[in-house]
Every structure is written in C-alpha cells, then in structure tokens.
C-alpha cells in the first residue's frame, strides 16, 4: 500500500522544510526532520479530517446548548498532544520498531510468525477486507480494555478523567490520564503485533478507528437510526456510556467502534433519553482543573481506589 502519509510528508519537506534547513545552514539534520514532517502530517491530518466531520454535526444538529464552553478548551489541548504529539510517534514509530524488533527474534529462533493471511488464506490479496478484519480484532480487544478498566477500581481512577467531563464534545475522546493512555498504546500495539498488522496499515487502522470514537463523542442530536446504531457506536450509544449516574462499575456500551460486543455480551443500551455526562462522584479537580491539578488528581484518586479494600480491612480489624 503506498502510504498517503509519506507522499504528503515528502511534499512539505521537499518544499517547506529543506530550503529552510539549506538557509540557516542546518543540512545534517534533513533526516531527522523528515521523520518528523511524516508525524506532523500524520498527526494535522488526523486533527483535521476529525474537525470537517464532527464540527458541522455539533454546530448545526447540537444535542446541548451551553452558554460558555470553558472546559471544552482542555479536551482540545489533550487532542493536540495526543493526536500530534503522541498518536503519530506511537503508530508510526513505535509499532515499526516492535514489529521489526519481534519478528527479527522470532526468525533467528526459526519460527516465521504467522499473518492473518497466512491463517486465512482467503483473505490474501483482498486488502480491503483484511483491514476491515483487523479493524474488528483490535476493537475487540479495546472493548475488554475499556470493561477493564471499569471494573477495577485503580484503572477507574486514572479512566474517570475520560468521565469527568461534564461538558462532552467530539475533542473528548483524547481526555484520558497519561498512564490509562500508555497502558492503551501497550494493549493495542501487543494485539496489532499478535495478528501481524503489516506496520504501514496500522497508522491507517489507527486513524479509521479514532475517527469513529471521535465522533462519538460528539455534542449531536444526529442518530444512526435502528440498524445504524447497532453496526456503528453512535453518539447516543456512547452518550449512555458517559451517563452522570453510570460512572464507574455500573455503566454500559464499552464498545469504541462496534457495538457487537456489548451486544454479545449484554451490556449495551440503546437508551436516547441520557443528555448529562460526568461522574458525580469525581473529585472537581477532575473535571475542571489544570492539565497537572487533573492528572494529579487521577493518580490520587486510582491510589485512593487500590488502597481502599486495604484501608476497609485495617477499620474492621481495629474495631
Ligand atoms: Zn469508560
Ligand atoms: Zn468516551
């Protein structure tokens, strides 16, 4: 597959960024910079592709009116670090280098490790479809992520920032605690690795499902619609999911992408009737403090949550 990526990244760098370099004299880092124009790319292309879709559904079919946005502003400044800084280092990078470092092990140990394609021989050479089966694989596996990390309690707490948000808008999607993301990054890319997605479709597969979540996340009245709604996570459908009273253990619809697996496993609800969003039961600093006051507060909050059955034990044993 040539990669749309690299061609764009190649234009700028061509036009933009090495007469730049050649001006102040700064040749030997053309390398470097070229990497970094891919990420850029990747990482712009994403935020905007996002934008065209989710703007007009949230300004010309909105769900809430509020008469001020503020804390809108910090879910905007999560998406730019994770979608420009992280996202692209993360997918490009970081699933390169593991896939080649695994693959590199697996062969001087003579073993060949095996492709969707090679388990199923009637996926080769149908890349459409091989990257929509991929698609369902890894969306299975952040459907028990995403349970995971409502059932226990320490995972919730770094996760309730994602719930917080009382004010919850397409930008949403990247709220999330530094270290529920990292744990994320290593989930997603260990089950890329174990059904050997080909290193330049995963920044693909990664933008496709993101696109999905993000605009679930928005603030629309838009519905998918009977069918729509249960091929497709909808706003609604993810809406429930971030329902003021279905925070933590109790809630429903943990599906990123499909909503198969709540189907399958009985916890989606088709409910339209949720409007507020937010975890009542979530430290303010969650919800509307600085980058730093909220992902010290998730930290706290996860520790407070470990340490809670310990605590419980110490009262009883007291008394
Ligand atoms: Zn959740
Ligand atoms: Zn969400």
């Not at 808008?169 to 990247?174: E, M, N, R």
């Not at 979540?213 to 459908?237: D, K, M, Y």
Request: hydrophobic share 50%; glycine share 8%; net charge neutral.
């Amino acid at each position: 597959m040539t990669d749309p990526f690299a061609l764009i990244a190649g234009w700028i760098h061509e036009t933009i960024v090495l007469p730049l370099l050649f001006r102040f004299g700064l040749m030997q880092w053309e390398d470097t910079a070229f990497m970094w124009a891919l990420f850029a790319t990747y990482g712009v292309l994403q935020v905007l592709i996002n934008y065209a879709i989710c703007v007009p559904a949230e300004r010309f079919a909105p769900l809430i009116r509020w008469k001020t946005r503020e804390s809108v502003a910090m879910d905007v400044v999560y998406t730019l670090i994770a979608r420009i800084g992280i996202f692209p280092l993360v997918t490009f990078f970081g699933f390169y280098w593991a896939q080649t470092a695994l693959n590199g092990w697996l062969t001087d140990h003579g073993y060949i490790p095996p492709t969707l394609e090679t388990i199923f021989p009637a996926l080769m050479g149908m890349p459409v479809l091989s990257f929509f089966v991929y698609a369902v694989i890894l969306d299975f596996g952040e459907y028990w992520r995403h349970r995971f990390s409502h059932t226990f309690g320490w995972w919730y707490g770094l996760h309730a920032l994602h719930h917080a948000q009382r004010q919850m808008t397409f930008w949403s999607d990247d709220r999330n605690h530094v270290l529920d993301d990292t744990i994320g990054y290593f989930w997603f890319i260990a089950i890329g690795l174990l059904i050997g997605v080909p290193p330049m479709q995963f920044p693909l597969l990664v933008l496709a499902l993101r696109l999905v979540e993000s605009f679930s996340h928005a603030n629309t009245r838009i519905r998918f619609g009977w069918l729509g709604e249960r091929l497709l996570v909808s706003p609604q459908f993810h809406r429930a999911h971030h329902g003021l009273n279905a925070a933590g253990r109790n809630s429903c619809n943990y599906g990123g992408v499909f909503p198969w697996w709540d189907m399958i496993f009985r916890t989606a609800d088709f409910r339209h009737d949720v409007v507020e969003t937010g975890d009542a039961r979530a430290p303010e600093a969650l919800a509307t403090g600085s980058w730093f006051a909220q992902q010290w507060a998730g930290m706290a909050l996860s520790w407070r949550l470990l340490t809670r059955k310990r605590r419980r034990r110490q009262t009883v044993a007291a008394e």
